[in-house]
């Protein structure tokens, strides 16, 4: 069974840095595609960033430039710099693309930035 859980929310001032981090069991990162959503109050979850079983990793335009995405065996993460006071949200890790979207979500994790 596939579990994610995040970790690393919080709050942040704008122009601050946040790392995310997501642990990741019952699926193998080399043969998954994994990344992160966000949703903030009022609106739908959208997609933060996208990262193939190849290492590719795809972006959001309102995030290049400033996330990143890394993993090493077991956990994947979310190195968020430059933070805004747009990017307040929820931010799920997800596993496993399929139509369109993860199979496989984590509970999600709060971030502010505010003043």
């Known amino acids: 069974q596939v579990q994610l859980v995040e970790s690393g929310g919080g709050l942040v001032q704008p122009g601050g840095s946040l790392r995310l981090s997501c642990a990741v069991s019952?699926?193998?990162?080399?043969?998954?595609?994994v990344g992160w959503y966000r949703q903030a109050p009022g609106k739908e979850r959208e997609l933060v960033a996208r990262?193939?079983?190849?290492?590719n990793t795809t972006y959001t335009d309102f995030v290049k430039g400033r996330f990143a995405v890394s993993t090493d065996d077991r956990n994947l993460y979310l190195q968020m710099n430059s933070l805004k006071s747009e990017d307040t949200a929820v931010y799920y890790c997800?596993?496993?693309?399929?139509?369109?979207?993860?199979?496989?979500w984590g509970r999600g994790t709060q971030v502010t930035v505010s003043s």
């Open positions: 019952g699926t193998n990162f080399r043969y998954s595609t």
């Open positions: 997800g596993a496993v693309w399929s139509g369109g979207t993860f199979s496989y």
């Open positions: 990262r193939g079983f190849d290492g």
